[in-house]
């Protein structure tokens, strides 16, 4: 790691010796912007028409990659608290939604990919890592090495969810409250538990709050609905 981290307070375009880097065209964002490069060759790429409201981006080691998409007008901003490092890639896809930060933390090479309209409640955490080190005690072997993790599109973390390293998340799929993913979860399904286990399979879930429903309202106002992420669940 290079002896002085060094500490930025604005998303704008930025290079600097150890080659590090972020590229963004869009308006500069000086309010609830972190990002720290503690290594070298680290990347953050973030898209002109991301709705940035709350940004900390740590770099803890060297050649990490961020990547954040854009957002439709309308969508929940974008509130991301990510810690990246040797070697490890976060994605986040177009018209994201966060509630609060989000934690993610993609460390020793494990990647996190984040797909389109995935929607994230209160308190939520995507972890690679178990954030220190587990080992055998007969063999001296670690037994906790991270993971990567995909969550797929339009998935819905309720509030302080927790997706642990080495899981899938297949698309329309949502994770309930306080619910801790450890292992995967198909699509178009409900799970819930510590761990996390499916208890309804071929659902389907829109955005609209249920509060300004009017009362019996049975089908998705107006007709309106996802047709791209209604689909049965497909069992592995």
């Known amino acids: 790691m290079r002896p002085e981290p060094t500490h930025l307070g604005t998303l704008e375009p930025y290079q600097d010796g150890d080659g590090n880097e972020i590229v963004y065209g869009g308006a500069p964002i000086a309010k609830k912007i972190d990002i720290q490069f503690f290594g070298r060759g680290n990347r953050l ?25 854009g957002s439709a007008p309308g969508r929940n901003g974008m509130r991301f608290n990510l810690r990246v490092g040797h070697n490890s890639r976060i994605e986040i896809g177009d018209d994201v939604g966060c509630q609060s930060p989000v934690f993610v933390s993609a460390v020793e090479g494990a990647n996190v990919r984040i797909g389109d309209d995935v929607m994230f409640a209160n308190g939520v955490e995507i972890r690679t890592d178990d954030a220190h080190a587990i080992y055998d005690v007969r063999s001296g072997e670690r037994v906790n090495v991270s993971e990567s993790i995909d969550i797929g599109e339009h998935v819905w973390l309720a509030k302080q969810a ?39 399979r071929d659902i389907a879930w829109e955005r609209p709050q249920v509060h300004r429903f009017p009362e019996g309202q049975r089908t998705p106002p107006g007709g309106k609905r996802s047709p791209r992420y209604w689909n049965l669940t497909q069992e592995k």
Do not use: F
């Open 45 to 69: 790429v973030v898209a002109p028409d991301a709705p940035v409201v709350n940004l900390r981006v740590m770099y803890r080691g060297d050649n990490g990659v961020v990547e954040i998409g």
């Open 162 to 200: 927790v997706v642990m390293g080495g899981v899938t998340i297949g698309d329309g799929t949502v994770v309930g409250y306080r619910s801790i993913v450890t292992s995967d979860v198909p699509n178009n399904c409900v799970a819930v538990g510590a761990p996390a286990r499916v208890v309804r």
